[in-house]
C-alpha cells in the first residue's frame, strides 16, 4: 500500500482511483464504501464524480482494520454463517482451504459448537 506523504496539503482532493490506491483497495471498493456511507467524498463535481479530502483519507486508514484484517474478518463471519447452516467443521474448513485445528479456532472465538455425533 502506497504512503501518504507527509508534506502533501490535507485539504488536497483526490480522484477514486487515488484514494483506492492509498486505501489498498479497488476504486469498485471504494464505490461501495461510499454508497454505504463507510467512507464518503467531500465533493461531487458537476459531472457527478467524488472526490475525497486527503485528510479523510488519513483519517480513514488510521481508524480502519487494514484490507487484510477486513478479509480475515469476512471469511470468518461466512465461516460461522456455514457452520450454523448445518456444514461440519470438517467442511467448513475444506471450503476455505485450513486445518481442521484452524477452522476450530475460528468457529470457537464466534459461536457455541455443536456436540459431535456419534455412531
Not at 5 to 15: G, M, T, V, Y
Not at 32 to 38: E, F
Not at 42 to 51: A, E, F, I, K
Not at 64 to 88: F, I, M
Request: glycine fraction near 6%.
Amino acid at each position: 500500500m502506497p504512503s501518504i506523504s507527509p508534506d502533501r496539503p490535507d485539504n488536497e482532493l483526490l480522484k477514486p482511483r487515488e484514494a483506492a490506491e492509498l486505501c489498498g483497495v479497488s476504486v469498485a471498493t471504494l464505490a461501495v464504501w461510499a454508497r454505504t456511507g463507510k467512507l464518503t467524498p467531500n465533493v461531487l463535481t458537476p459531472g457527478g464524480h467524488r472526490r475525497y479530502r486527503l485528510a479523510d483519507i488519513r483519517a480513514f486508514l488510521q481508524s480502519t482494520t487494514t484490507p487484510k484484517e477486513a478479509d480475515q474478518e469476512q471469511l470468518e463471519v461466512d465461516a460461522v454463517r456455514l457452520y450454523d447452516q448445518g456444514w461440519s467443521i470438517r467442511q467448513v474448513a475444506d471450503k476455505f482451504d485450513y486445518s481442521y485445528g484452524t477452522m476450530r479456532r475460528i468457529l470457537l472465538k464466534r459461536t457455541t459448537l455443536r456436540r459431535r455425533r456419534t455412531a
